[in-house]
């Protein structure tokens, strides 16, 4: 008799289930208009009318990619009747969102969990880059130096700060500035858009400066740095340290660059500087050059090789170095004197700060020539505009890529150091 109930109850149960809801509900949708064209800054107002026989939970509006991965777009509307007419807008105010084709995404859900979909077309057109202006360090004094920012029209006063200041860094992607201030000064993220500073670290004691070298990465656009305690790290824009790489024990970190997934360093031990080459993911290290100069900069060149410049003792060496194989390559001997700087037009091409002036090398005809006797301690490429802007006698000048002049800024400070701010 027991199984014989259990067995009706079974039934009963497993009829139940049957006799649920399993109609989908339907939606329509009314706006926008499949295959339209929108733009970054645009209001997208999606519209229509979702219904279900019993009861619905949700409209759901996503934004999609092409192969139907989210983006930061998405928004779900309660509802609690058979019926619903919806009305959502919201702008596109993704500034690295790029252009291609999106999916829309419009759901109506019942209760039961039932759902059915619309899928609309959007071409979508990026937020294109554009350079706002120019970050710039003014070292006041020993233990002071001070932020301004050129505008494109005229140099402002931003803030002061406390410290030895080491290195500036225009982070564009966050839209904030970061500035290190060495053994006696802290780490600073300065909001430029809203004048303030975002967050700020304290140093650690340290026989060497605590916050070093300041590099931006490809990958990830999170911030590499070298530290006083014989480490780098990689931090997100919140100053969170997501990985850590030692260095060997007492060294001093110098330049840093990533590249590929791999992060190269500078140690300095004991008046030796070597490059060594990191895993980024892991942080383990791969293996160590030892270089005779003090190394000046770290610039890409392509997936494989980095641009290396050192300088020391009135001399200076301009090497390709192949981060894989652990080797260097001297294409073309340099002039005595000192080497402050480079920067890389294309992998074939690269403008270095001398002594002398100006010089253009060409890796193609593998030709260096003298194209300025301006002497510049910093340069930078604006690749929207193909300009160089080098720092001469506290003056931001500007060059083509053959170093032909084009003009100058005057910015009334002590230029120590300066950064190209673009809008992303």
Known sequence: MKQFVLIIALGVLFSSCRNGDETPPTITVDSPANMSTVAFGDVITVSGRATDEEALKSVKIELLYDNLAATDFSFEIIVNNDAYDFTKSFQLDDR????????????????????????????YGELPQELLGIAMVDKASSSVYDLYFYDLNTVNFISSFTGNFQSLLADSYHLLIWLAGGSAGNLITYDLENDVV?????????FYPYFGNLHQME???????????????????????????????????????EIEGYVIIEE?????HYLSTFVKSTGSKVHQLLFNEDIIALKRRNKDEVFVITSENNACHFYQFDYLNNSTYE???????????????????VLLAHSGGLLRFTLGNNSMVNV??????????????????????????????????????????????????YNK
């Open 268 to 272: 300095i031990i004991g008046g030796s």
């Open 96 to 123: 690295h969102l790029p252009s291609a084709t999106y999916l829309l995404k419009v759901s109506a859900i019942d209760k039961a969990g039932n759902r059915d979909a619309q899928f609309i077309e959007l071409n």
């Open 372 to 421: 300025s006797p301006d002497i510049a301690t910093q340069l930078i490429y604006d690749h929207l505009s193909g300009i160089i802007y080098a720092n001469v006698n506290n003056t931001i000048k500007l060059f083509d890529h053959l170093g032909n002049s084009g003009g100058n800024i005057t910015t009334g400070i002590n230029v120590t150091s300066f950064a190209l701010y």
């Open 331 to 349: 294409p073309h001997s340099i002039d005595p004197g000192s080497l402050f700087d480079l920067c890389v037009i294309d992998s074939d091409e």
């Open 198 to 206: 975002n967050w700020a670290q304290t140093p650690q004691l340290s």
């Open 219 to 257: 990958s990830d656009h999170n911030i590499a740095m070298v530290r006083g305690n014989s480490t780098a790290v990689t931090m997100d824009d919140e100053g969170i340290v997501n990985r850590t790489y030692s260095l060997n024990t007492s060294a001093e970190g110098g330049e840093i660059i």
